[in-house]
């Protein structure tokens, strides 16, 4: 099994965990890519995830790995449902894959990484922005 298949397989039953959770617990899920749903419900996404980027600083300052850990796994699952109420479930890989290739544009002529003072990856004139609307849109 190629490792691409693996990592697909392992991401498509998370999603499907999170699905399961959705479902016995009585969210809901969308199975047609949508940007339309109620404030309250993304207001509520928004905060559970920042909730939990809260505690991965927290975590971080304490060199706490296990709370760490539990943070990083919380933001997934969150992230996941929010993949799931916005019916993106069947799309996401394609639309990673696509973010993935856009970034790896970034690097300048000779291949290297420019860097701001901070540390954030800047675009070099090579990049291009990833076409997400052909893949939602197939």
Excluded: W
């Excluded at 990083?72 to 479930?89: A, M, V």
């Excluded at 300048?108 to 800047?122: A, Q, S, T, V």
């Amino acid at each position: 099994m190629s490792e691409t298949v693996s990592t697909t397989t392992v991401l498509i039953s998370k999603i499907e965990s999170v699905r399961e959770f959705h479902d016995v617990f009585r969210i809901g899920n969308r199975y047609e890519p949508t940007g339309d749903i109620p404030e309250k419900e993304f207001t509520l996404r928004y905060n559970l995830l920042k909730e939990e980027l809260d505690e991965y600083a927290e975590a971080c300052k304490r060199g706490d790995i296990v709370e760490i850990a539990d943070a990083l796994g919380d933001q997934l699952y969150i992230l996941f449902g929010t993949i799931l109420r916005h019916g993106l479930q069947h799309k996401i890989e394609e639309v990673f894959d696509e973010i993935h290739r856009s970034n790896m544009s970034k690097l300048d002529e000779n291949g290297n990484p420019i860097f701001r003072e901070d540390g954030k990856i800047l675009k070099s004139d090579r990049y291009f922005r990833p076409d997400i609307k052909r893949l939602l849109e197939k």
